[in-house]
């Protein structure tokens, strides 16, 4: 579903990127670990096609996103550390404006209070502005957007940073449940704890290289401490 | 999706109290200029009407005189109020309004509401609707388009709307249609307030209203704004911050409603002088008192009249004289006032064309030019009305002078005309010329207001397809 051959990112000269090779199939979630400037937000900028590749292709269900970045924007979601809404708009009408910008105009008012019961936020808050809205609330609506489009693939970069444990927790479940039906996932994070519980896999990126990747299933969270540790060891 | 980011960005405006707070003054002092400019357009009209009318009984009851008595006479000539006068003043403070028609001289106008002005507000300039419409409204585009990129930039959201695959052109459309539909808001009512307002007060209902200069001057504001509109959108989409797009669009602003008028002005004044007030009449004395050519026509008609009746005295002959010398008289000042008036009027017509090409750096300059010419008080209707005044003043002289002629007198007595000969002059009837004409003498403005939207239009589509998250 996701896929990088060879992709590189060079910023004036200097590596941000250094050919990564990844494949993320429906229903994986896989976690990209590492320091800051590792070159995971790049990552997810190149599949987003915000950033031009240097060399190699980012490729979503098979296609280019350079080549197509239009019809590749359709089967993803992205949902950065903070989602930005309209803070002049209502939680509902920022979920039906983007919604409609994603190509989807054919819900239901209650079909789209609907993907709010599904992510967990009230019906009375839906009709608020999203001015008054916590972080973890801004987030779950993020969600609701990438369920209304019908995201097959998600782009999180650091979704859960800054957000207390509970509303941490709370996305992290809404996650497993679109990966349990067949979305893919990658996600950028600082938090071991949360990439091993709700990750397929991890991967640990230094320097703009993918220096490991371990099945979560196979390692238990102190290992995951272990390595990750003596990977950012100089 | 066009529909939806156009009905996004207003339902945003509407709940925005700065865009509230502003949009309201815009459109207060809108409807506020177009009251005083139609209060105004009511009492001078009426007033015109009212003169023009008392004139013409004033002609008709004068008392048995001298025909040439009735030509020193004279009457004065109103110029019409144009109905989009309301809108647009133009010229008209400044020209004079009204024409002293009398025997012997081309008068200048009187009447000049600028010349009255007391207080340095008034000379300032009024706040007419054609002010809140060039300079008002597009500082009110400004503020509503500035952030529409720049501002969704930096909130964060312009990524999230580019990760679900809208296209940026689409973007671009949906928020410049979104910024007029809330501009609309503003300025539609007011503009049919003012429409229903003209129709009542010409009496006649909304048939007497001048159709197709109304709506060839909404056409040219609206040109005149999607221009703002096409800068802002181009301009926030190319900056890096909301607060670089407010400051480039506020300096255009001030470059096109502050310095460009003054500028221009002054450089047709400096390519075109006008001649002086007192330049202008010492010539013109010094050229009517040169009568020598005058002078030896006069003997040249004597002497082929003495000739043809075979008299050799003045008192013989069957046909006054007097009314030949006087005629010939007036007809030597026709040219002389012909050269020297439209001397002047052709130095006003060069800065006129010196003002319009300004909008090459200023689009106001194009837009003002039009709306004055659309609401007929610019200076090309002032000449048109100029001449048919003129034309008016030497049918009467010529009625008078032709009068006299027939009824021949002796030495020392004096031919009296009466009310027969008053109502002989046909009463002045003044059309205004159509819109055709008006747009005519703009092709310059047209031009160039099409030019900017159309460079307008190439920006915003190359900026907003480089709009990056």
Redo the contacts between chains.
Sequence with gaps: MLEAIDLTKHYNGSPALNGLNLLIQPGEVFCLLGANGAGKTTTINLF?N?VEPTSGTARIKGLDVTQH??????Y???I?E?????R??SGL?NLE??T????R?DYTREQMLQFFDQVGLAREAAAQRVGTYSKGMRQKVGIAIALA?KAEAL?LDEPTSGLDPKASNEFSSLIKKMSDAGVATLMTTHDLFRAKESGTRVGIMKHGSLVATLATTEIGHTDLERIYLEHMHD | MIATIAKKEMTEMFRDGRFRLASAVVAILLLASLAAGWKQYANLKNQHDTAQRAERTNWLGQKPKNPHQGAHYGVYAFKPKSQLSTVDTGVDPYVGVAVYLEAHKQNEFKFRPAQDAATSIQRFGELTAAVVLQVLIPLLIILLAFSTFAGEREQGTLRQLLSLGVERTHLSMGKALGVAGALAVVIVPATLIGVFALALTSGSGLLAVDVARTFLMVGAYSLYFLIFLALSLAVSAWSSSSRVALVVLLSFWIVNSLIATRAFSDLAGFLHPTPSEVEFDTTLQRDLADTKGLDAKLDEIKAGLFQKYGVNKLDDLPVNFRAISLQEAEEHGFTIFEKHFGNVFDRFEEQNAVYQWGGVIAPLLAVRSLSMGLAGTDFAHHRHFTTAAENYRRTIIKHMNDDIFIHPTKAGEEYVADAELWKKVPEFQYEAPGASWALSHYKTSIALLLLWLLSGTVVVAVASRRVQA
Excluded: D, H
């Excluded at chain 1, 903070?82 to 309209?86: E, G």
């Excluded at chain 1, 409609?100 to 190509?103: V, Y």
């Design positions: 987003l915000f970045p239009l019809e590749t924007k359709k993803i979601a992205y950065p903070q989602v930005m809404l309209y002049n708009l009408e404006y983007f409609a910008l994603a190509g105009s489009k782009l």
